[in-house]
Structure formats: structure tokens, C-alpha cells
């Protein structure tokens, strides 16, 4: 199974981009799809999840009301629309899927098997 996050770049504080995240090698609907991100010298930490079906969602609350998550299983992609982003959006993000989707755990990595290999993100002031 192999994931490829896409759709990164260089954009102005207030502006947007669309991640996306396809998956080859393995049914994308048994997955719930979530996405972190790094920052320079910082941990990673959780942006937003979705469950296999895209009924149940989670976001970081950084996030909330700026991004949403998205995914067309018919396409084996999911997605991170950001908007009004901010500086401290700063990252590379990557997507992970995993096969539970369990509200206790999805903002660890506890739950997701496979990660893609990040595409950063640059939000400059």
C-alpha cells in the first residue's frame, strides 16, 4: 500500500491550497484517512481525520473553521482543503490511513498503518 500526498507549495498568509492524498495498492474505502503536520524543530501533531465512510470527521481545533477534510473514495483520495492560512501553518504535512477509526485515538498515530511521504507547506507573511 503506498500513499502519495500531494499539493503543496508557497502561498501568502490569508490565501488556500488542496492537499490531496491518493492511495494505491489497497481498497481506499476500508481506511480512515488523517492528516499531520511538522513544523521545523517541533513534533508532529494532528491536523484533521476522517472515517472510511466520510460521515465522521475530527479537526484540530488550531484548524477548525480554516480547514476542512474531504474524501472521494470513488477516486482513492482523500483531502485537506486550508483556507485563511496563517504563518504558523507552516509545515509538511502528511497523510496516513489506517483500518479503525476510534474517536479515543484518531488524533494519535496509534491507528494509522501506512503514511505518505509529506508535501510542505509554506505560508509566508
Known amino acids: 500500500v503506498q500513499l502519495q500526498a500531494s499539493g503543496g507549495g508557497l502561498v501568502q498568509a490569508g490565501g488556500s491550497l488542496r492537499l490531496s492524498c491518493g492511495m494505491s495498492?489497497?481498497?481506499?474505502?476500508?481506511?480512515?484517512v488523517g492528516w499531520f503536520r511538522q513544523a521545523p524543530g517541533k513534533e508532529r501533531e494532528f491536523v484533521a481525520a476522517?472515517?472510511?465512510?466520510?460521515?465522521?470527521?475530527d479537526l484540530a481545533d488550531s484548524v477548525k473553521g480554516r480547514f476542512t477534510i474531504s474524501r472521494d473514495n470513488g477516486k482513492n483520495t482523500g483531502y485537506l482543503q486550508m483556507s485563511s492560512l496563517k504563518p504558523e501553518d507552516t509545515a509538511v504535512y502528511y497523510c496516513?490511513?489506517?483500518?479503525?477509526?476510534?474517536?479515543?485515538?484518531?488524533?494519535?498515530?496509534?491507528?494509522?498503518?501506512?503514511w505518505g511521504q509529506g508535501t510542505l507547506v509554506t505560508v509566508s507573511s
Open positions: 495498492g489497497s481498497t481506499f474505502s476500508m481506511y480512515a
Open positions: 476522517i472515517d472510511w465512510s466520510g460521515r465522521s470527521t
Open positions: 496516513a490511513a489506517g483500518s479503525l477509526w476510534d474517536t479515543m485515538i484518531v488524533r494519535t498515530t496509534k491507528p494509522y498503518d501506512y
